[in-house]
């Protein structure tokens, strides 16, 4: 899949103090696992009321010496199922979207 990736545009009904409000409500929440807390920080970003940092979170963390809770997403050391199974699973399901024999698409 190739493509431009772009901002989104905003319409002309945004409420930038309705966007304050939210990221205020909503601090507690990470912009990656909340719709709301997105949503808001993109109106912010695209209005020029807030520059999104330039260093990562995880990476300020660190420097600071606080423990960054993991994404959900990420595996769990020692949880992860080896890659050799991984592999395999993705073989299969490969071999079941292929259509079946003389069946074009």
Known sequence: MSGIIAAPRLCGYVEVELAHVQMQRHRNCRIDSCAWKSAAYQTLVLTGHLVPQSVPPRARAAVRGIAFPALISEPVAGDAPASESLRRVLDSL???????LGIER
């Open 94 to 100: 490969a071999e079941l979207a292929r259509p079946p």
